[in-house]
């Protein structure tokens, strides 16, 4: 079991406390540390513990216990030490204490104060592969409905809102569009009215140069003789006076 959960904190990523596999492997250890006393266990704990950096009370426990199992086995070697210095030595080495200090003190030494090497059960760090994380799906399940559960309806979801921010994109664009032809076209009707205006003042100024041309030019010849010589009111007594220049009394006697 201990080896299939290091398998466990070797490929799955530990620091996701929510994950479906290492939360029970955590719970599971957890359990064994308050009831068992093992280094090993108090190795793969940390291993799970240390990379999220979670305060476990099991683990404290654990690790306080051993520390006193390891005093006491101290105390115990000491004492059996000791007797067997009292066995071997005679009866004038027995009160010596140098005697016992120099036959014994290096390996009490090396016992007690010597560095006592970590147990590790792999030497690299944990490799996280999320494609090994295994993904349950009922579709008939009551849940199926959430959020992040139905993966098709998840996908489904996720094309709406796509679509609905390409058609408001598309709805941006166009008004932008007409915003831009209505102001091409205001600029253009700009042009042709002010051209219109331009016309309508030189024409306008063309007729009152040729107005005020006729008032001078009628100003300067107001004393000219234009009449013409031999009027026709001075003729026309003798025209209706002779027959034969037409008058009333042709009509007169064609009648009679």
């Known amino acids: ?19 479906r596999i290492v939360q029970p492997a955590v719970m599971l250890l957890e359990q064994w540390a308050c009831c068992t006393q093992d280094v090993r266990l108090l190795a793969l704990l940390y291993e799970f513990l240390q990379p999220a950096k979670r305060y476990s009370p ?10 006193r199992c390891g005093t ?19 009866s004038e080495e027995k009160g010596g204490l140098q005697i016992v200090i ?25 490799l996280a592969v999320p494609s090994l994380e295994p993904v349950f799906y009922d579709p008939d399940s009551a849940q199926s409905h ?29 008004a932008k569009d007409a915003s831009f ?37 009628r100003t300067e010849n107001a004393r000219m003789d234009t009449k013409l010589h031999g009027s026709y009111s001075k003729n026309k007594a003798k025209k209706k006076a002779n027959p034969r220049m037409a008058g009333n009394q042709m009509a007169q006697k064609s009648t009679d």
């Open 181 to 217: 032809l209505r102001h091409v076209r205001a600029n253009d009707l700009h042009a042709k009215e002010a051209a219109i205006q331009h016309d309508k003042k030189r024409i306008r100024a063309a007729l009152d140069e040729s107005t005020n041309n006729y008032k001078v030019m």
């Open 72 to 90: 006491e086995a101290e105390q115990e070697t000491a004492k059996l030490l000791t007797r067997r210095v009292c066995m071997q030595a005679g």
């Open 146 to 174: 959430i959020k992040g559960k139905d993966p098709l309806l998840h996908e489904t979801q996720k094309m709406k809102r796509q679509y609905k921010q390409e058609r408001r994109g598309a709805k941006r664009q166009l």
């Open 58 to 67: 099991a683990f404290f426990q654990l690790a306080g216990r051993l520390m």
């Open 1 to 19: 079991a201990i080896n299939m959960l290091h398998i466990v904190a070797t490929i799955f990523q530990t620091t996701d406390i929510r994950h």
């Open 102 to 126: 120099q036959k014994y003190c290096p390996a009490l030494s090396r016992l007690v104060l010597g560095p006592h090497a970590r147990l590790r059960l792999h030497a690299f760090r944990p």
